[in-house]
């Protein structure tokens, strides 16, 4: 079955006090806290994620943050793989409130990227966060709904959008399973099958 790699928009907040109390708080290490996605919600790219989903994906990618493999890149990829190469940050921890998919991230000055990023946001420039992810995508009423089959790959910070609409874009590249395969390694595929099974189990427990 293929998916399109779908790609979200939104603003990430700070300010200079939260980033010189984050040096402070971390031994000099910048992290930054805001929104990650949005459930229920249209977003810019004319897309609703259902929270159910959201949550399951979640869920999913605890894995990689304990495993200290949440990593995002700096600025947009037409791929579903996470390239080392232009690697800028890790997500540290994500958690949802409500509606909203919070998360905690870590950039990563050691990189070249990490440094492009440290630099716009001690400049000042105002950074966006954006998820990367396979799946499709259904029309309902005047709204495309992100279906049952999407598969979170990470969140890449992007450039905040010059004019309103600037982000909206037709869906990405198809891509078949065999991707991935490149893309979650055995280990994540079968704690995604536990996790799915665990979910129906306790589905059927509340029916």
């Known amino acids: 079955m293929s998916k399109r790699l779908l790609q979200e928009y939104s603003y990430f907040e700070y300010s200079v006090d939260t980033i010189k109390e984050s040096r402070e708080l971390h031994g000099g290490k910048l992290i930054v806290k805001g929104v990650l996605q949005r459930a229920d919600t249209l977003n810019q790219n004319g897309r609703i994620y259902p929270r159910p989903i959201l949550e399951r994906e979640l869920e999913n990618y605890q894995k990689l943050i304990r495993e200290n ?26 958690w949802m409130d409500g509606n909203v998919l919070l998360g ?21 420039i ?10 499709s995508v259904k029309r309902v009423g005047e709204n495309n709904v992100v279906q049952e ?12 959008p010059s004019t309103p609409g600037a982000f909206m874009m037709a869906e990405g590249k198809v891509y078949d399973d065999n991707v991935l395969k490149r893309v979650f390694n055995k280990s994540d595929r079968i704690d995604r099958a536990v996790n799915e099974i665990l979910s129906l189990n306790r589905n059927k427990k509340v029916l």
């Open 149 to 160: 089959d999407l598969q979170l790959i990470c969140w890449d910070f992007v450039s905040e």
């Open 126 to 135: 105002k950074v966006g966060i954006s998820s990367r992810a396979l799946g």
């Open 104 to 124: 905690e991230v870590e950039i990563l000055e050691s990189q070249p990227m990490g440094k492009i990023i440290a630099g716009l946001i001690e400049s000042g």
């Open 69 to 94: 493999r949440a990593l995002g890149e700096c600025d947009h990829a037409d791929s579903p793989v996470v390239e080392l190469k232009h690697v800028s940050h890790v997500i540290r921890k994500a």
